[in-house]
C-alpha cells in the first residue's frame, strides 16, 4: 500500500475540501493533487483499461452529451408550465425561457469540463473543482458495492454508468456516469489486489471476525485429504447437471422440478460451488487450471441483450451430464463485451416464466390499481368536455349491463394492471442472474438497461426472505440482501430504492435453499428448528387492536343509531362520528389481522456458529452420500447470526442477521404484562435496504433474556447463559 | 452428517434456552437480582418533571381553547372541531393528573447502570422500558440542556448508536460530565478489544 495509507482510516469515504482561490485551474490536473504514485506492494494487477488509469481522466464527450440530454429533459416541464402559464403574448417571457435554458445548458458542461475521476493506487476517486474543489476517494479496501449499467443510449459508445458504494451512509457512492467499460474489470481487479494485502476483505466498523473468507477459504484441493478424492470433487464439480444441482444452476422453464413441494423444504443438495470460486480465486490464470469454471461459465451463456430463455434450456433437464465438450463450446460467450460477470459459477438464472410470475404476484399492483383509480376520477377535472361524456358515458353502460358488466369491467381493469406490471418486471428483472465469483455476488438484470451489481459477500449484512399472501399460497418467495451501504445512486431509469437489493425476485419455496446455499454458502440458510415466542400469548398480540376495533365500531353504530333520531343539526354530528368510528374500527381490523400473523409467525432461532472444531459441512443428502461423499467441504458459517421469522404487514417474511448489526436491546412492559410474565423485545439493526429492527410484540421474560444474553456478547458461544443469570 | 444433526440439535438447544420452569425476567425486579450497581439522577429531578408536566398541560389547555375560540368567532363548530377542541382538553386534564402519580412511581424506576460491558437505562413505570447498549455499539455520546433542565441545574447525556440515540434523563451537571467521561472511555477499550 502506499504512503497514503488510506485503508487504514476508519470512514468510508474520504473527502477534500479546498477553495480555488489559490488559481489551481481545473487544467493543471492535480499535479499537486497527486500523491506520488509510486508502485503500490499489491501491484495493480491488470491495468485493463489501458493509460488513463491511474491518472485524473475526463469523463468522454458522450458522457457530456449524456448530462446535457438529463438537462434539457429536466428543463421540459418548467418551459411548459411558463409558456402555459404566460400565453404568448409577452415576447420578453419567452427570452427569458430562452435564458434560463441556456444555464442549464451551461451547468453540464462546466461540470464536463472539471470534473474528474481517477483509479488511484489507494482508491477511486472523484474530483470535482468547479467552485469548490472537492474530493472523494473510496480505498478499495472500503467498496461496499459496484453497480454497472448500460442504457441502450451508452451501449452505443461502449460506455457504462458505474457506481461504487461505500459503507458511508451520507454520501458514500460515487457515481461515473458515462466511463469506458473497461474501467470495471480494472476497479474490481484493484479490488480484490487491495483485499488480498489487507488479508481480508472486511475491515468492517463492526469488526467480527472477517465474514468474507471466501478469499481464505480452503480450496477443495487444498482441503481433500486424498487426491483421489480432489479428483472425485473436480469431476463431481464439472458433471454438475446432476438431479438437483441442475436446478441450482439453471432454472429449466420447464419446470420439472425433482425435489417434491414441501412445506418445511429440507436441504437436498448444494454443490460446493464455492469451491470453484476459490480455485478460480487462488489461481489467476483460472480458466484453464480449474475445468470447473469453464463448466458453469461455458453452459450458461452470458446474454448481453434481452432475456434469453433459450440459453437457459441449453442445460439438459435431464441427469445427462455436460461433456467438458458442450461446455467449451461456447468459450467466446464469457469473453462478451458487455459488463459480465467473467468467470464465475451461476447460481441462479429466472427464465421468463419466473418473471412472469414475479410481475403477477406483485401485490404493487394494488398500489397500481389505486393510482388508476385516482387517475379514473381526476379525468373529470382534466378533460371536462367531451371526456367527461365519453367516460361517464362508458360508465352508464357499465352500469346498464348490471353485474356482468361490471365483472367484465373489474378483469379488464386487472388485466390492464398486470399487463403494466409484466412490461415493468420484464425492464427490471429480464434476464435476471446471479453469479458466484469468488467472494463477489454479481447480480446481472434488466432488459433495456443492462445492471450488473457487484457485493462482495462479506458487506451483506442480512438476508430476508419474503412472501406476500398471493405467493405465500403459491409457494414462491423473495429473497433480499441487506447490506450496509445504498445501492446504485441516484441515476438509471428505475429508482425504486427497493428493488435494488434484489437477490431473487421470485423462486419456489422448494429451491429457495439449495439455490441460497448455492449462493451464500457462508450464511447457511436453511429451515431450522425455531423457537415461537408468541405460543400462548394470542391475548397480549389481540387486546390492543381489538379494543380499538370494538371502540370505533361502538362509536360507529352508535353514530349510526343516533343519525336516524337526533335533529337537523346533531344528524350531522352523529354522521361525522359514525364516520370516525367507522374508519377506526377498520384501522383496527387491518391491525389485527397483521398482529394474528405476527401472532402465528413471530419465532427466533440463534443459529450455530462454527466453533474451534469446525463448521457446518455442506453435503448432499445422506440418501446419496456415497455420491457426494467427496463434495463435503467444510464452510464455516458466519459467526453469531440470528434467524427471526415474523409478519409485516400481510406479508411473512424470514430475517437472518447477525449479532454485529444489534445496536442495542429494548426491553419495554408494563404491570400487567408484567404480571403476566410477558414483556416487548426490540433489537434495532443497522442494515441500508434492508430490516431496520427484530420486534418481537410479546414475548415471555426467558426468552427475552435469551436473546438479550445472546445480544450483549455475554454468552459468547455458550448457549447456558440464562441457567448462569437465574 | 453428525456435525450436521449436532449442528442443529446445538440451535434448538438454542433457540430454547429458555427453560419452562425458568421464568425468568428478573431484569425486571426493582430490587436488581443481577449484581450490577445502578444508579439514579438526583431527586429534584422530579420538580423539574412536574414543571414539564405542567408547561405541557398548560400548552395543551391553551390550544383547546384557542381551537374553542376560533370556532366560536368564526361559527366553524361541527363534529370534527368539537371533536378535536374535546380531545385537546382531555389530554389537558390526563397531562395535569399524571403528574403527581408519573413523579412518584417513574422516579422509583428512572435507573441507569453503567456496567463493564455495557450501558443501562430503565425508565417508566407505567410503561416501563429497559434499554442496553453495549460499549461497542456506541458512536458517541454527548450531553443536552433544556432551559426547564438549566434552571434545575441538571443534564441529560444521550448516548448514540448507529441507529439511535438513548438518554440518561437529568444528572447533576457534574455527574453528567463524569457519566460522560466514563461511558466514551469504555467504549474506547471496547473498540480497541475489537
Redesign the interface.
Known amino acids: 500500500m502506499t504512503a497514503g495509507g488510506a485503508p487504514g482510516s476508519a470512514g468510508g469515504t474520504q473527502e477534500r475540501r479546498q477553495g480555488t482561490a489559490a488559481g489551481s485551474t481545473p487544467g493543471a490536473a492535480g499535479g499537486a493533487q497527486e500523491r506520488g504514485r509510486s508502485t503500490t506492494a499489491g501491484g495493480a494487477p491488470h491495468a485493463a483499461g489501458g493509460a488513463s488509469h491511474g491518472s485524473w481522466t475526463r469523463f468522454p464527450a458522450a458522457a457530456l452529451a449524456l448530462w446535457l440530454v438529463t438537462a434539457v429533459k429536466g428543463a421540459v416541464p418548467f418551459v411548459v408550465a411558463v409558456v402555459a402559464s404566460f400565453v404568448a403574448d409577452r415576447p420578453e417571457v419567452g427570452w427569458m425561457v430562452v435564458a434560463v435554458v441556456a444555464f442549464m445548458l451551461i451547468a453540464p458542461v462546466l461540470r464536463w469540463l472539471t470534473v474528474r475521476y481517477r483509479l488511484g493506487d489507494e482508491g477511486v476517486a472523484l474530483r470535482e473543482s468547479l467552485f469548490t474543489r472537492r474530493q472523494r476517494t473510496i480505498p478499495y479496501g472500503h467498496v461496499h458495492a459496484i453497480t454497472v449499467e448500460q442504457p441502450p443510449v451508452l451501449r452505443l459508445f461502449g460506455l457504462v454508468r458505474l457506481v461504487v458504494s461505500s459503507g458511508d451512509s451520507s454520501d458514500g457512492s460515487i457515481a461515473l456516469d458515462a466511463v469506458p467499460a473497461s474501467l470495471q474489470m480494472a476497479i474490481e481487479a484493484r479490488r480484490r489486489a487491495a483485499a488480498g494485502a489487507v488479508g481480508s476483505l472486511t475491515a468492517d466498523d463492526a469488526a467480527e471476525p472477517s465474514p468474507t473468507a471466501a478469499a481464505a477459504m480452503p480450496t477443495p484441493a487444498a482441503a481433500m485429504p486424498t487426491p483421489a478424492a480432489a479428483m472425485q470433487s473436480l469431476a463431481a464439480t464439472a458433471t454438475v447437471p446432476v438431479g438437483p444441482a441442475a436446478d441450482v444452476s439453471a432454472t429449466a422453464p420447464t419446470g420439472a422440478t425433482p425435489i417434491p413441494a414441501d412445506a418445511a423444504p429440507c436441504p437436498t443438495d448444494a454443490t460446493p460451488i464455492l469451491t470453484d470460486a476459490a480455485l478460480a480465486e487462488s489461481t489467476p490464470v483460472s480458466a484453464d487450471a480449474a475445468p470447473t469454471d469453464v463448466t458453469l461459465a461455458g453452459s450458461a451463456s452470458i446474454p448481453s441483450i434481452g432475456p434469453s430463455p433459450s440459453s437457459a434450456t441449453q442445460v439438459p433437464a435431464g441427469p445427462a451430464p455436460a461433456s467438458p465438450a458442450a461446455a467449451s463450446s461456447s468459450p467466446a460467450a464469457s469473453a462478451s463485451s458487455a459488463p459480465h460477470p467473467g468467470t464465475g459459477t451461476l447460481a441462479y438464472r429466472a427464465s421468463t416464466r419466473d418473471i412472469l410470475l414475479f410481475a403477477l404476484t406483485d401485490l404493487s399492483l394494488l398500489v397500481w390499481a389505486l393510482a388508476l383509480w385516482g387517475l379514473f376520477q381526476k379525468i373529470d377535472d382534466w378533460f371536462p368536455d367531451q371526456a367527461e361524456a365519453a367516460v361517464s358515458g362508458a360508465t352508464a353502460l357499465v352500469l346498464a349491463h348490471g353485474v356482468v358488466g361490471v365483472a367484465v369491467a373489474f378483469v379488464a381493469v386487472l388485466v390492464v394492471l398486470a399487463a403494466i406490471s409484466t412490461v415493468a418486471s420484464l425492464l427490471r428483472y429480464a434476464g435476471f442472474e446471479a453469479w458466484r465469483r469468488g467472494g463477489d455476488l454479481v447480480v446481472v438484470r434488466g432488459l433495456v438497461t443492462r445492471r450488473t451489481i457487484t457485493i462482495p459477500v462479506g458487506r451483506i449484512q442480512s438476508v430476508t426472505v419474503t412472501r406476500n399472501p398471493l405467493r405465500k399460497a403459491l409457494r414462491l418467495c423473495k429473497v433480499e440482501v441487506g447490506l450496509s451501504a445504498r445501492l446504485g445512486g441516484d441515476g438509471g431509469d428505475d429508482t425504486s430504492t427497493s428493488d435494488e437489493a434484489t437477490l431473487l425476485p421470485v423462486i419456489g419455496d422448494d429451491r429457495v435453499v439449495a439455490t441460497l446455499r448455492a449462493m451464500l454458502p457462508e450464511w447457511d440458510v436453511r429451515p431450522v428448528p425455531m423457537r415461537r415466542t408468541g405460543r400462548g400469548l394470542m391475548r397480549m398480540y389481540l387486546t390492543a387492536p381489538l379494543a380499538m376495533a370494538a371502540i370505533g365500531a361502538a362509536a360507529g353504530i352508535g353514530g349510526m343509531a343516533a343519525m336516524g333520531a337526533a335533529q337537523a343539526g346533531g344528524a350531522a354530528a352523529m354522521r361525522g362520528l359514525a364516520i370516525a368510528g367507522g374508519v377506526t374500527a377498520l384501522i383496527g381490523l387491518c391491525w389485527m389481522a397483521t398482529r394474528w400473523l405476527k401472532y402465528q409467525t413471530d419465532a427466533y432461532a440463534l443459529l450455530p456458529d462454527a466453533d474451534g472444531s469446525g463448521g457446518i459441512v455442506v453435503h448432499g443428502t445422506d440418501a446419496d452420500s456415497t455420491k457426494h461423499a467427496a463434495d463435503d467441504v467444510v464452510i464455516a458459517p458466519l459467526p453469531h447470526r440470528i434467524m427471526v421469522t415474523t409478519a409485516n404487514g400481510l406479508a411473512m417474511c424470514t430475517i437472518v442477521t447477525r449479532r454485529a448489526r444489534v445496536q442495542s436491546v429494548e426491553r419495554s412492559t408494563t404491570p400487567w404484562r408484567q404480571r403476566a410474565g410477558v414483556e416487548r423485545l426490540v433489537m434495532p439493526l443497522y442494515v441500508a435496504n434492508g430490516p431496520s429492527e427484530l420486534r418481537f410484540t410479546a414475548l415471555r421474560h426467558a426468552d427475552a433474556d435469551c436473546l438479550a444474553a445472546w445480544a450483549d456478547d455475554e454468552a459468547g458461544a455458550d448457549s447456558s447463559d440464562s441457567a448462569t443469570r437465574a | 452428517?453428525d456435525?450436521?444433526t449436532s449442528?442443529?440439535r446445538?440451535?434448538?438447544?438454542?433457540?430454547?434456552?429458555?427453560?419452562a420452569d425458568?421464568?425468568?425476567?428478573?431484569?425486571?425486579d426493582r430490587a436488581g437480582r443481577?449484581e450490577r450497581e445502578w444508579q439514579r439522577p438526583p431527586e429534584r429531578i422530579t420538580r423539574a418533571w412536574m414543571v414539564q408536566g405542567l408547561i405541557m398541560a398548560a400548552a395543551l389547555a391553551a390550544a383547546a381553547v384557542v381551537t374553542a375560540a376560533v370556532c366560536q368567532i368564526n361559527g366553524w363548530w361541527?363534529?370534527?372541531t368539537?371533536?378535536l377542541a374535546v380531545v385537546l382538553a382531555v389530554l389537558a386534564v390526563a397531562a395535569l393528573a399524571s403528574i403527581p402519580v408519573s413523579n412518584r412511581y417513574d422516579y422509583e424506576f428512572n435507573q441507569f447502570s453503567i456496567g463493564e460491558?455495557?450501558v443501562r437505562i430503565r425508565k417508566?413505570w407505567?410503561?416501563?422500558?429497559?434499554?442496553?447498549?453495549?460499549y461497542?455499539?456506541v458512536q458517541h455520546v454527548d450531553t443536552k440542556q433544556g432551559p426547564v433542565l438549566r434552571a434545575f441545574g441538571l443534564m441529560t447525556v444521550q448516548v448514540h448508536?448507529?441507529?439511535?440515540e438513548?438518554e440518561i434523563e437529568g444528572l447533576d451537571v457534574d455527574q453528567a460530565h463524569r457519566v460522560v467521561e466514563l461511558i466514551a472511555a469504555r467504549a474506547r477499550e471496547a473498540?480497541e478489544d475489537?
Open positions: 452428517m456435525r450436521e449442528g442443529m446445538r440451535a434448538d438447544a438454542d433457540g430454547a434456552c429458555a427453560d425458568n421464568r425468568g425476567g428478573y431484569v425486571w443481577d361541527n363534529f370534527w368539537v371533536a460491558r455495557d417508566g407505567l410503561f416501563r422500558s429497559m434499554t442496553t447498549v453495549p461497542n455499539r448508536t448507529a441507529v439511535g438513548h473498540k475489537l
